[in-house]
């Protein structure tokens, strides 16, 4: 019968206590109006260098980019290739070609309706391998700006 109750827990109360157990807390009941979330915002341990330029807003204008740069293609690339590339990716909207020159390899931009689209399609095809044959590795990012269409770009010429 010894042998049975090595099956079974020992009652309670019978197990040792130890002084530095607390129980948690109950949970606090949820307030009528709960306060919104604050933003995260990191605490600088140090004020930046004075001679540290760089405005604000500039952050906000990299976070709206909707355009990606597309390096690492091989120089035979097509157009054709970069569109059905990115075709499938919901937001996309369209690519543009830059052929190679005698010191530039070929590279492309792949323009999207919202830069959640765009950082999506990143995400999925940066460092992809887009040539088997010339072991080309696709290298993509954010581009430093959008992309502006041609039309726009002579209506600055233009001034209107």
Known sequence: MDDMAAYYPPPPGTLPTYAYYQAPPPPQPPAAVAPPPQPYLPHLHQAPFPSYGAPLASYGSYDEVRTL?????PED?????IYNLFREFPGYESSHLRSPSKNSQPFAFAVFSDQQSAVAA?????GMV???ENGSTLYI????????SKRSRDEDRHGS
Do not use: Q
């Open 69 to 73: 740069f597309v390096a690492g293609l």
């Open 77 to 81: 690339v097509k157009a054709r290739e």
């Open 122 to 126: 990143m995400h999925a095809l940066n």
């Open 130 to 132: 887009f040539d088997l």
């Open 141 to 148: 990012d954010l581009a430093k700006s959008n992309s502006r």
